[in-house]
């Protein structure tokens, strides 16, 4: 049985996926839409346990130890990818730009209509 008879749901994640995966992490941790709530907790929770001294699983087992902080990691990911807003995270998915609503192009633009004032010299 080869991977192309495997659907894409059952299929293992590639390394293409988790750095894309990865990619937008970091993307979503630098777009002003999102909480800075989320982009502070998330991550600092998640990294604090591969940072502590305690673990589930001990780091003195050869693989399971580093497997564990492995898991963690990346359940945080993809904990922070679903409390981020989802029009950001589709947008982001979809090729949509990285910069958050508030520096884009149209609000730099003024429409307004102007005349010329000539003050009197007395």
């Not at 192309?4 to 590639?14: L, V």
């Not at 988790?18 to 991550?43: C, E, F, M, N, Y």
């Not at 001990?58 to 497997?67: A, E, H, R, S």
Request: glycine share 4%; proline share 7%; aromatic share 4%.
């Amino acid at each position: 049985m080869t991977n192309d008879s495997i659907s894409p749901e059952k299929r293992p994640a590639s390394r293409i996926d988790i750095v894309r995966h990865l990619k937008l992490v970091w993307q979503l941790l630098t777009d002003g839409r999102v909480s800075p709530w989320v982009k502070a907790v998330v991550p600092a929770l998640a990294l604090a346990y591969v940072l502590l001294p305690f673990d589930l699983i001990t780091d003195l087992i050869p693989v399971l130890g580093q497997l564990d902080d492995l898991a963690v990691l990346l359940l945080g990911m993809q904990l922070f990818v679903e409390l981020c807003p989802k029009g950001v995270v589709k947008d982001l998915m979809q090729g949509g730009p990285a910069v958050s609503e508030s520096s884009s192009p149209e609000e730099e633009i003024v429409d307004a209509s102007y005349r010329v004032v000539q003050e009197d010299e007395a």
